[in-house]
């Protein structure tokens, strides 16, 4: 992905800004203005909304008492969109991802060789798994910090598609259910449990456990209710990592302990 710049002048972002826009989780390192896309031809996309950039415009100011030359530093502030929120322009191509990116050989194994495995779509803001489609969504691999990080999010993603109901049928991720609800949370447990699983098969360390904190009050909730959330996630977690490695358990074997299944 490389810094974060402008899409016509190519000049990179500097200070906050860089923080402000990476950020952002946008798989384009490209933004503009307004006024620039719209001088390109080009047009923003009805309802995106841009971030506001900062810089400091430095100005040459006489005193009129001393007659001294003096520097003036004012504070401006632009509002820019990504690429991805633009129509009509032309977007240049990322060619410095295959790179910056060294796959792990036997993470990316362990990902091919799943069976039944769900289609695989970079380029996307977020990673995420979508039902409906029966796929992942991910940034592109560049996109993350190291990778170790990018396959223990593909676990995490892969954790969640083994739960569809061609695989698992897993009822945390087969049931309709919102972010926050405690099913929600049942389900993400489940996934993070399935990565930590398969990032030690891989001998690789599990770098999403930042993400997992802004599960961890809804974690938190759950548990005061049910007493049996982390037995049940660590064994969904499990079966969903064995399915994913191509192990199969024992014919009619349980992967819920005898003392938990009846409550």
Known sequence: ????????????YKGINVWLLTAMGYASPFWATFHQVHA??????????????????VYDHEDPETGEAEKRFVLRQYTVFNAAQLDGVAIPEITVLAHRFTPIERCAHLVDAMPQR??????????????????????????FHSPEAY???????????????????????????????????????????????????????????????????????????????L???AAQAQRAADYIQHLHPAAGASLEPASLSNR
């Not at 009805?46 to 810089?55: C, E, N, Q, S």
């Not at 929600?184 to 456990?209: P, Q, S």
């Open 118 to 143: 769900p289609k695989i779509l970079h380029g996307h803001q977020r990673a995420c798994y979508m039902p409906a489609t029966d796929t992942l969504h991910l940034p592109h691999p560049a996109c």
């Open 231 to 233: 037995v049940h996630a």
């Open 40 to 57: 390109a031809g080009g047009r923003v996309r009805k309802g995106a909304r841009g971030v506001p950039v900062v810089f400091w415009k």
């Open 151 to 229: 396959y223990a999010t593909v676990f995490h993603e892969l954790v969640h598609s083994a739960g569809h109901s061609s695989r698992l049928n897993r009822p945390t991720l087969t049931d309709s259910c919102r972010f926050g609800d405690p099913t929600y949370a049942k389900e993400e447990l489940v996934a993070e449990c399935g990565a930590a699983y398969l990032c030690g098969v891989c001998g690789i360390a599990n770098t999403t456990i930042d993400n997992s904190a802004a599960y961890l009050h809804s974690w938190m909730r759950v548990l005061r209710h049910d007493a049996t959330l």
């Open 1 to 12: 992905m490389g810094m974060p710049r402008n899409l016509f002048s190519q000049q990179s």
